[in-house]
T-cell receptor, first 115, second 113 residues
Framework: GAVVSQHPSRVICKSGTSVKIECRSL??????MFWYRQFPKQSLMLMAT?????????EQGVEKDKFLINHASLTLSTLTVTSAHPEDSSFYIC???????????FGPGTRLTVL | GEDVEQSLFLSVREGDSSVINCTYTDSSSTYLYWYKQEPGAGLQLLTYIFSNMDMKQDQRLTVLLNKKDKHLSLRIADTQTGDSAIYFCAESITTGTASKLTFGTGTRLQVTL
């Protein structure tokens, strides 16, 4: 149980375009999902916390207008990178909150490359 | 503060034990976790320990927590080549109804024959 999927696994796009990444909890409902960003050989940095039916909470320094998060259902959250630039190239990982407040189940990640 | 530090690299021979260390600064953490990340993949939860415990053993994995020194370690017994990966410790801090994970810098474990 507790499987989280992400789609796509890899995406290459041109500078200036927008890219949407989906995060799904496959066998459980998640009221809270988290979006992380990981640069090469670095740790995961929390970008935002997404709560079903309400606005996401962004971490300091993360532009909410650039990284749009939608959590429309208990099994799906989306992250849209708007007007992507090469510096947005990174590995984006989502996680879904479990039954207890501290559990998080991680997706396999999406590698975004902006040309 | 929420800094979580790890050494960058560890090399061990197959069959030996590996010990990966982690130090954290926030004493209000509720759970501490160890995750494994293989190249190009997401995170796999290996084990976790509640903050009021000193030790937890799970098959080849032993977690030690020294809350006074804010030091966490992961021991992998009989290390195998399949254990080669990056290992992240993480602390969970709950404020109100929300919990957030803060990850360490990651330790790359290399297992040699």
């Amino acid at each position: 149980g507790a499987v989280v999927s992400q789609h796509p696994s890899r995406v290459i796009c041109k500078s200036g375009t927008s890219v949407k990444i989906e995060c799904r909890s496959l066998d459980f409902q998640a009221t809270t999902m988290f979006w992380y960003r990981q640069f090469p050989k670095q740790s995961l940095m929390l970008m935002a916390t997404s709560n079903e039916g309400s606005k996401a909470t962004y971490e300091q320094g993360v532009e909410k207008d650039k990284f749009l998060i939608n959590h429309a259902s208990l099994t799906l959250s989306t992250l849209t990178v708007t007007s992507a630039h090469p510096e947005d190239s990174s590995f984006y990982i989502c996680s879904a909150g479990g039954v207890t407040r501290d559990e998080q189940f991680f997706g396999p990640g999406t590698r975004l490359t902006v040309l | 503060g929420e800094d979580v530090e790890q050494s960058l690299f560890l090399s061990v021979r197959e069959g030996d034990s590996s010990v990966i260390n982690c130090t954290y600064t926030d004493s209000s953490s509720t759970y501490l976790y160890w995750y494994k990340q293989e190249p190009g993949a997401g995170l796999q939860l290996l084990t976790y320990i509640f903050s009021n415990m000193d030790m937890k053993q799970d098959q080849r994995l032993t977690v030690l927590l020294n809350k006074k020194d804010k030091h966490l370690s992961l021991r992998i017994a009989d290390t195998q080549t399949g254990d080669s990966a990056i290992y992240f410790c993480a602390e969970s801090i709950t404020t109100g109804t929300a919990s957030k994970l803060t990850f360490g810098t990651g330790t790359r474990l290399q297992v040699t024959l």
